[in-house]
Structures are given as C-alpha cells and as structure tokens.
C-alpha cells in the first residue's frame, strides 16, 4: 500500500445519499485503490439544521452496500469542537479571524453591482464592514456573530486532476469567508475573559483541519465546491498544512440541466436497495457515466466488477462534461 497517499469519503448525513454522491464516491474509491492509497471516512455533520439523525447510518450502509472498503473508524465532525476550537484561537490571537455581525441582507446592500470576477453562485463578495476588529478589541456583545476569516489580496491558483488550472484571487472574487456559524454572545464575550468559547465550525474550516489531521492527500468531491477550494488554500497556508491534490467531479444532472434532486425522481441509494436493485447495477452505471464501456462490464460480481474498474482506473478517462444519464 502506497503509505505516503490519502484519501478520502465525506457524505454529510443532511439526507439519502444518492446517484450523484454514489459516483464520487466510487471514483473516490477507485482512484485510491489505484494508487494503493489509503482510503479513510469522515461524517461531515457539522451542518446541525439540516443533519438527519438517521442518515449517518444509511449513508454507511449505502457504502458497504456499493461495496466501498476504507480503513479506520470514521471521524465525525460534530465529536471535534475542542478540536476546531483550538485552531480558532490560534486563528483569534494572529488577528486571522474577526467577529462579524453583518447579516447576508447586510452584505447584499452592501455590495454595490455584481463585481466583475465574482462567481455567480458564490452571492456577493463580503465588502469587509467588520474587518476592522484586532485581537485585544472587545467583543460584540449584544448581537450574533460568526468569525471571518481575511484572506489575502493575491491569485491563488490549483492544477485539478479533471479540469486542468483554476485560478482565483479570492480577496478580489469572495471576500473574507466565514469560519463559524453565527452565534449569541456568551458570559465570557460579555466579560472580555481570555477564554473563547465558538460557535460550531463552518464547513470551510473543519473540512481543512480534518483533512490535515487525517492526513488525507488526495481529494475527490463535486465541482460545486471548485470556489471552496480557493478559500481552504489559504486556510492551510495560514495553518501550515500541504495542498492536497484535488479531483471536482462534474456533478450528476437531469435531463434539465440542473443539480439532482427530488424533481428527477426518486434516485436515493437506500430506495433502490429496498426496490431490490443489485449494486452492481448502480456500479455499472457509475462506470458507464464515467467513460468506461460497460459492455465489458456486464456479469461480472460485485467485486469482479470493482477489481476490473480499480485495475483500468485513469482520471484522464473521465468525462468534463456534467452528467445527465440517469439509472
Ligand atoms: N460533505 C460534502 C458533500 O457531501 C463534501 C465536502 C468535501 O469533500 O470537502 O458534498
């Protein structure tokens, strides 16, 4: 086993896990074992609104289900806070993070016409009302907060295994970026005692500590998080981390063009296991999806079927373009 390489799973339990996560976790799990890289899980539910109590379990289940192996125990994000907690403080006391009460209407009105190099999707770029605060300022102390990370005014640039370089700067395109979920002001704020205590982590922060943590190397997700990437650089430059190398996988549509979901029908994993679908079936679509030709693919087990798609493994193979071939 390649030792020096890492990989890694990360469903969030917000809901089923279906056809379009099936698929970048095969890839995920094809391309390591290709590398004879270690493959580890992580349960990213730091989401707490929208986590649903029963969708870590299925979303293991659908993995063993599909026949996807990984080593160790899972990490789960909502059991890090101290963890997360920590690195704020680190974060706090170099002056890397500010609180920053604005609301999203806040930085609407705030920002005037849509800058020229911000992502659409992304919402305006946070023009910095509260970026003034220094470590040593008092603390808000009767309205919410979360922390925000400054980023640095450079361009930032990364080689993706699917899409070749991307190149951002994100102080220009995003602005400082939240590190926190918004919070009340605690007794400690209120008193300017040296002990913090955070809101839960953001996304964007305890993705980037976990992955260096796990020491994972080797990162397949959606495209719909190529901007994020931009956002966790910095944080690991600043932490001191290496950047992994990253795969976006274009991410699986309808026939409309837009994101799956509900609307297309129902392409949960766990309904089709209850239908009676066999895995191999939903594998071989992922294959299929993936550029290989399935008509090599047909009767073979399960694990027959994995050994083959490991075995003939190349991201050069693989598509760009979204995918809107259902099962
Ligand atoms: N938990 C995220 C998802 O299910 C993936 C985040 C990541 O891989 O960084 O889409």
Redesign the pocket.
Same mark, same amino acid.
């Given at each position: 086993m390649n030792r020096h390489r890492k990989g +890694?799973l990360?469903? &969030?339990p !917000?809901g089923s #896990?279906h056809l379009g996560?099936a698929r !970048?976790f095969l890839l995920a799990f094809w391309s390591a074992m290709h590398e004879g890289s270690e493959l580890c899980l992580?349960i990213?539910d730091i989401d707490s609104p929208r986590v649903k109590s029963w969708a870590m379990d299925q979303a293991i289940e659908d993995l063993r289900w599909l026949g996807i192996s990984w080593s160790g125990d899972p990490i789960v994000q909502t059991q890090r806070n101290d963890r997360y907690g920590q690195v704020l403080d680190s974060l706090r006391i170099s002056n890397r993070i500010y609180p920053c009460v604005c609301s999203r209407r806040d930085i609407e009105q705030a920002a005037s016409a849509p800058h020229e190099s911000e992502p659409q999707h992304e919402g305006p770029r946070y023009p910095g009302t509260c970026a003034s605060w220094r470590h040593g300022d008092a603390l808000p102390k009767e309205q919410p907060y979360c922390w925000r990370f400054r980023v640095d005014d450079q361009e930032l640039q990364f080689s993706d295994l699917i899409s070749g370089t991307h190149r951002l700067n994100p102080a220009r395109s995003l602005g400082d970026f939240p590190v926190t979920r918004k919070g009340s002001p605690t007794l400690t704020d209120r008193s300017n005692s040296s002990v913090h205590c955070y809101p839960p982590a953001a996304?964007q922060l305890a %993705?980037v500590i976990d $992955?260096m943590d796990q020491g994972v190397t080797d %990162? %397949? +997700?959606?495209d $719909?998080?190529v901007i &994020?990437t931009f956002r #966790?650089i910095q944080l690991i430059n600043v932490l001191g981390g290496s950047i992994p190398t990253y795969a976006h996988v274009p991410l699986v549509c309808g026939q409309d063009g837009r994101r799956l979901a509900k609307r297309h029908g129902d392409t949960r994993l766990a309904s089709y296991r209850e239908q009676g679908v066999a895995p191999e079936t939903v594998v071989r679509w992922a294959a299929g999806v993936s550029g290989w030709n399935t008509a090599n693919l047909s009767k073979l087990s399960l694990s027959e079927l994995h050994l083959q798609l490991i075995d003939t493994f190349s991201w050069s193979s693989l598509p760009r373009d979204k995918v809107d071939r259902l099962l």
């Open positions: +890694r990360a469903p &969030s !917000t #896990q996560n !970048t992580r990213e996304y %993705v $992955d %990162v %397949v +997700r959606g $719909d998080l &994020s #966790q």
